[in-house]
């Protein structure tokens, strides 16, 4: 920590006025009338500043504030990476394929998964039909989570039995 500069604090994001999409949201809250891009890179150019005041500077560790609350970081590390977050309609249900951020039930740990909408007739061009061909997908998008969040600075580990990483800050 540089002396002087007070370490980042959820006030300091909250200030920024951008919440991540922890892919738990309603879809009609998805859509804003302007792109959430920019602003996702900003916050996350603002946590890369907090990284680089760290004692000693790392861009590749999670800042304090990260550590604190995972599944917030996770979630802001996903979006601004380009990731699509899931979404649910107005009966709870998955309207919108993409990653949900959770608590993990270890603590300082997050728990990210795939959520498929309900109806699976195509995702893009491509059909999916089978339960066999979900898990596939699953395991495909859970890799390209799993590659941003480790170029980030998370430790990742995949479950055994079912398709979802549990994520932690790397640690020297």
Known sequence: MTP????????????LGFEANDGTWDINRTKPSYPREPE????????LGQRRLQEPPRDDRPALWETE?????VALALEAAG???????????????????????QPGHARVTVKPRREWTS???????????LYSWSLQNLMMFEMTLEEHGWSIRRSSSSPYLIVSPLRD
């Open 4 to 15: 002087g500069i007070p370490p980042l604090t959820s006030s300091v994001l909250d200030d």
């Open 40 to 47: 996702a890179a900003t916050a996350w150019s603002a946590l």
């Open 69 to 73: 609350q995972p599944a917030r970081a």
């Open 83 to 105: 990731h699509q977050p899931a979404a649910r309609d107005e009966y709870g249900r998955w309207a919108r394929d993409g990653y949900c951020v959770e608590e993990s039930t």
């Open 123 to 133: 995702v893009g061009n491509e059909e999916y039909r089978s339960a066999s061909q």
